[in-house]
C-alpha cells in the first residue's frame, strides 16, 4: 500500500529533450515536495506546492518546472535536461493538520541523460 | 539559512557491531528526524523526535534529542546487513517550525555492514 508513488522508477532521456516525472500520493497531504538528489549527497529541494500556491526555492534553475493539477497529483517538468540534471528526483508529502507525521518520501525516479 | 552538520561522513564496521552517528546545529530545533535511504529508494523515516531530552526507540535503533536542542544522536545496536545504506539527519528549515514544513537535511552518514 504505498503512499506517495513515483513513476517511472527510471527514465532515460536525450540531451536537450523535455520530459517529465510524476508523483502521486494517498495521503491526502496538502503539501507536496520535489527534491533532486545526486551520488551520495543529501536531498535538495527543488520547489514545493501547498495546496495550489507554488513555491520555488531561489536557486532552482528555470529549466525546472511543476504543475499540481489536484490534490493526488504533481508533476515535475524539465524543459530541456542537460547532463548535470542527471540525479534522483524524490517527490515527499506532508500536510500541517498532521504535524506527528513528517515528510513522507517516495522511491524516487532515477533520470539518465543521453 | 539553517545547516546541520552531520557525522561520520561514512562507517565500515563488521557484523554485530554498534554504530553511533550525530546531528549538531548552530540553530535549536524543536522536532529531530532521523531517516535512512537504502540503495535506489527514497529516505524513510526511522525516528522523530519532539521534545528535548526525548529518547526514543525503534527495534536495534535509539535517537536522542539534545537537552540543548542543538543536537541529536542515533545509536545502531548489533548491527546486520540489512543496516546498509545512507543515514539523514533533518529538521525543519524553520528551525522553530514543525516537521510539516520545509526541511533541512545533514549532509548524510554511509553506512557499510560487513558480514
Known amino acids: 500500500d504505498a503512499m506517495v508513488i513515483q513513476n517511472p522508477r527510471y527514465q532515460v532521456t536525450q540531451f536537450g529533450k523535455p520530459v517529465t516525472l510524476s508523483c502521486s500520493q494517498t495521503l491526502n497531504h496538502n503539501v507536496m515536495y520535489w527534491y533532486q538528489q545526486k551520488s551520495s549527497q543529501a536531498p535538495k529541494l527543488l520547489f514545493h506546492y501547498y495546496d495550489k500556491d507554488f513555491n520555488n526555492e531561489a536557486d532552482t534553475p528555470d529549466n525546472f518546472q511543476s504543475r499540481r493539477p489536484n490534490t493526488s497529483f504533481c508533476f515535475l517538468d524539465i524543459r530541456s535536461p542537460g547532463l548535470g540534471d542527471a540525479a534522483m528526483y524524490l517527490c515527499a508529502t506532508s500536510s500541517p493538520d498532521k504535524p506527528n507525521q513528517p515528510q513522507h518520501f517516495g522511491d524516487g525516479t532515477r533520470l539518465s541523460i543521453l | 539559512g539553517q545547516q546541520l552538520n552531520q557525522s561520520p561522513q561514512s562507517m565500515f564496521i563488521q557484523e554485530g557491531e554498534d554504530v553511533s552517528m550525530n546531528c549538531t546545529s548552530s540553530?535549536?530545533?524543536?522536532?529531530w528526524l532521523w531517516y535512512k535511504q537504502d540503495p535506489g529508494e527514497g529516505p524513510v523515516l526511522l525516528i522523530a523526535l519532539y521534545k528535548a531530552g526525548e529518547l526514543t526507540s525503534n527495534g536495534r535503533l535509539t535517537a536522542q534529542f539534545g537537552i540543548t536542542r542543538k543536537d541529536s544522536f542515533l545509536n545502531i545496536s548489533a548491527s546486520i546487513p540489512s543496516d546498509v545504506g545512507i543515514y539523514f539527519c533533518?529538521?525543519?528549515?524553520?528551525?522553530?517550525?514543525?516537521?510539516?514544513?520545509?526541511?533541512?537535511f545533514g549532509q548524510g552518514t554511509i553506512l557499510t555492514v560487513h558480514p
Open positions: 533533518a529538521g525543519p528549515s524553520n528551525a522553530g517550525g514543525t516537521s510539516y514544513g520545509k526541511l533541512t
Open positions: 540553530s535549536i530545533f524543536n522536532t
